[in-house]
């Protein structure tokens, strides 16, 4: 089966099978769409916006509050009031009264800076998420090319194995070659056959997880090598100290640090009194043994003051306290993760660019050998053998490029992701 035809089959196939229009993307337009649509960055997206609600309904706590209230029932009384005697009668009531916050021991402000933080610390999360789901992208991006020029190899050595065994049939016919190389050649090419056929399940793999990444299906044949070239930080030291400033990760727990302050400031309110602004009217008929209208208004400012309260509150304090500690020790713990995955992709990159010069030469050499021994083969000055085995060196020697051409880009995107700026840097 030809490469076109079996990509065209699995593109035609999986397309089928999830009713999604297959289009070719650049790796900027994979990346975009994969952020647009993917469920875990609309998870972040509206955890913002759920945050955002809740920095609404902590400022609410500036706001007057506003209840009324009504009732109507039977009321049974026997007092002073009565005469001790019992008196039966239709209770109604209606009242509506209002609070307005004057002090609180600054615990709604408190409260109104921590869902600030907690908000601010989602956005981060929504930086953070689409950085990973840009770098999984390019990922499964790189794979998909990977697999299909690897297919292309298996393919093309394929013909090789087919073109050696038709000499080798002629030859072993025309009683020049022997039946031992005749043998020795089929085997080869059923290896080679087997390839091929690991090379298919590879590409389809790819083309799956390239699915659940981005939500669409590629057309193989249209994604290409991405051009664009990533200048890379001076040094691995100036790397880092970009890192320590754009990571949303970092930021993120930053913003989780300004939410624990926020949360040990509201700790402190139940040391200070309570000073409120009350209003109160009620409507009352027949109540209290008394037939007739009660009619009252009242006013007043109104302080309140906890003395005890078993402690709760100072456990409270020192609770929040140990929880500031907390955050910035999980802000520290990510700093050291930040700086090791940086140095890990950073790392990573140099050697697979120091290799790629050596792989190339490997390659080149190969096909010299191969060009020798085909040459010698045919004056009988090589084996059948010794003419496999530089084929096989040469099919190795292209298969190691091509997966270290593709790494080397992927460790570029790796390094940018690890300092939070991959998407900055492809513009998306």
Avoid: C
Wanted: hydrophobic share 40%; net charge negative; proline share 2%.
């Amino acid at each position: 089966m030809k490469v076109k035809h079996l990509i065209g089959v699995i593109g035609l196939g999986l397309v089928t099978s999830v009713g999604t229009t297959a289009q070719a993307q650049t790796i900027q337009e994979a990346i975009r769409t994969a952020i647009n649509s993917h469920p875990e960055v609309s998870a972040a997206k509206h955890e913002v916006l759920a945050r955002e609600q809740e920095i609404k309904g902590a400022k609410a706590g500036y706001l007057p509050t506003v209840d009324v209230a009504a009732g109507f029932g039977k009321e049974d009384t026997k007092s002073p009031t009565t005469g001790q005697q019992d008196v039966s009668l239709d209770r109604t009531e209606t009242s509506i009264s209002a609070r307005q916050l004057v002090f609180d021991g600054f615990a709604t402000r408190s409260e109104v800076k921590r869902q600030e933080a907690r908000t601010q610390s989602a956005r981060h999360e929504v930086e953070s998420t689409s950085e990973n789901i840009a770098l999984r992208t390019a990922e499964v991006y790189l794979s998909l090319l990977t697999q299909a020029d690897l297919l292309k190899l298996a393919e093309a050595s394929l013909q090789e194995h087919k073109s050696i065994y038709d000499q080798m049939t002629l030859r072993n016919q025309s009683g020049v070659g022997s039946r031992a190389d005749l043998d020795q050649i089929a085997a080869r090419l059923a290896l080679a056959e087997s390839n091929v056929v690991v090379a298919q399940a590879n590409l389809m793999d790819a083309v799956t997880n390239y699915y659940r990444v981005t939500g669409v299906m590629p057309e193989v044949e249209a994604l290409s090598m991405p051009s664009n070239n990533i200048d890379l930080p001076a040094n691995l030291e100036d790397a880092v100290e970009l890192a320590l400033q754009s990571h949303p990760t970092l930021k993120t727990a930053n913003a989780d640090i300004d939410a624990t302050i926020a949360q040990a400031e509201a700790a402190k309110a139940p040391f200070w009194p309570d000073v409120r602004l009350e209003a109160d009217a009620s409507w009352n008929e027949d109540t209290g043994g008394v037939v007739g209208e009660d009619e009252r208004q009242v006013i007043a400012l109104r302080m309140r003051y906890n003395l005890y309260r078993g402690g709760a509150d100072k456990a409270r304090r020192k609770q929040t306290h140990y929880l500031l500690e907390e955050s910035k020790d999980v802000r520290n713990n990510t700093s050291r993760q930040v700086v090791e995955g940086l140095r890990l992709s950073w790392t990573a990159f140099e050697s697979v660019s120091s290799q790629l010069q050596y792989l190339q030469a490997h390659v080149d050499a190969a096909q010299a050998t191969k060009q020798a021994y085909i040459n010698q083969f045919n004056i009988g000055r090589r084996t059948l053998l010794d003419l496999l085995n530089t084929e096989n060196e040469v099919v190795d020697a292209k298969r190691n490029l091509i997966r270290a051409s593709y790494n080397q880009k992927l460790t570029e995107y790796r390094i940018y992701n690890s300092m939070g700026l991959l998407l900055q840097k492809l513009a998306i």
